[in-house]
Every structure is written in structure tokens, then in C-alpha cells.
């Protein structure tokens, strides 16, 4: 799983981000393996939304709960604990 925020300073541009996605698919495709993107824009996430539709919603799309929960996290607290694949740990706070 990767975070691709909007932080200045961090070295990644789009096209570095853009390439990283495609290269995944491209692995995965080649081990015979699924790959998914979920791309989650919460600069104009209202406050208001009904939680428990958002949540069913995204249940009924995504197979992943792990998923669904974090995008919850994002949403409900505007913030969530990203673990890479390496075991890191990050603490990522949304924009509000």
C-alpha cells in the first residue's frame, strides 16, 4: 500500500507516483496476482456525511475492509496510521 499525499518536500512528483502505480500493476499482472488503486480526495470532505452510508457503500464496492476502514479513519478523524510493506509505521494527517 502506498500514500501518495500532497506534502511539499517529500521528493515525489506525479509522474514518480504514476510510475509506481504501473510498475505495481504491471508485477502483479505478471504473478498472476490482482492489484487495486483507491484514489481518495478529502480536501472537500464534508463533516456532515452520514458515516454509516459512507461505510455500507464502500463495502458493497470495495472487497477489501482493510481498505474500507482506513478510508473511515481518513474520513471520520483525518487521520490513519499508514504500514508499509516493510513493517513502517506513519502517522498521515488529511488536509481539512
Do not use: Y
Amino acid at each position: 500500500m502506498c500514500h501518495a499525499g500532497a506534502k511539499s518536500g517529500q521528493g515525489r512528483s506525479t509522474v514518480d507516483q504514476v510510475t509506481l502505480l504501473t510498475q505495481d500493476i504491471e508485477d502483479s499482472f505478471s504473478a498472476q496476482k490482482k492489484a487495486g488503486a483507491v484514489f481518495v480526495d478529502l480536501t472537500a470532505a464534508d463533516d456532515a456525511v452520514w458515516h454509516r452510508v459512507l461505510t455500507c457503500k464502500l463495502l458493497r464496492l470495495l472487497p477489501d475492509r482493510h481498505m474500507v476502514h482506513m478510508i473511515m479513519e481518513m474520513v471520520g478523524n483525518r487521520s490513519f496510521t499508514l504500514t508499509t510493506g516493510n513493517g513502517k509505521k506513519e502517522q498521515v494527517t488529511t488536509p481539512q
